[in-house]
């Protein structure tokens, strides 16, 4: 079983005007502490997806675990430290495949019995969501509450991570419902670096 640490930051290519905000974002979120981090782009193509990819394995080394969101292809050629893939992406069997054993697999779930789905998988870790409104996806799925975080923890032993709509106000009452683990995008935005450490703080 892996161990997730509280804080799952999620570098969002749309929250950023260009590479280098992206990439002084990323070590400036490490500066405050985080150790989890993955790097999601919907609208790059594969060839910029790799650059800023490797790019960011580059400035980061080995500090923090990076996480590649839908393309197992890519976690392998930046050597990044695993894969997370949707509802809409390629199979958790399928990028296993790509990734090999050893590599980290998480799968997003949004309702109770995606969870029992996914909790068959070899995915290493699952996350729920949204628990609250988020403004990060074009189409979100209808949001679960942090009862729905209840509910999903009650379904499975493997770590789960809450996403959607988490900020420092509500991120306690999120792993106090039973999430292992909170993912953050716009509330890190704002001074990374001292966002980061409010969050970790709050979590404790």
Not at 23 to 48: D, H, I, P
Not at 125 to 146: E, Q
Not at 154 to 178: F, Q, Y
Not at 181 to 191: C, E, G, K, Q, R
Request: glycine residues 8%; charged residues 25%.
């Amino acid at each position: 079983m892996i161990h997730l640490p509280r804080l799952y930051a999620i570098l969002d290519t749309s929250c950023f005007r260009d590479s280098q905000s992206l990439f002084s974002t990323a070590e400036e979120l490490l500066a405050g502490g985080v150790t989890l981090l993955q790097y999601r782009n919907k609208s790059g193509n594969a060839r910029e997806m790799l650059e800023q990819a490797r790019e960011l394995k580059r400035r980061l080394g080995g500090a923090v675990k990076l996480i590649m969101d839908d393309r197992a292809d890519i976690c392998l050629a930046a050597g990044f430290y695993g894969v997370h893939v949707g509802q809409e992406d390629l199979s958790p069997a399928g990028a296993r495949e790509v990734i090999g054993e050893t590599s980290w697999l998480g799968v997003s779930t949004h309702k109770p019995e995606q969870v029992k789905e996914a909790d068959q998988t070899s995915a290493d870790y699952l996350a729920i969501g949204p628990v609250f409104a988020t403004r990060s996806k074009a189409n979100p799925d209808p949001v679960i509450g942090l009862e729905g975080v209840r509910t999903a923890r009650a379904i499975t032993r493997k770590p789960l991570v809450a996403i959607g709509g988490i900020n420092r106000a509500n991120c306690r009452a999120v792993i106090d419902a039973g999430a292992d683990s909170v993912a953050v995008i716009s509330d890190l935005m704002p001074d990374p670096r001292k966002s980061a450490e409010d969050f970790l703080r709050i979590l404790g």
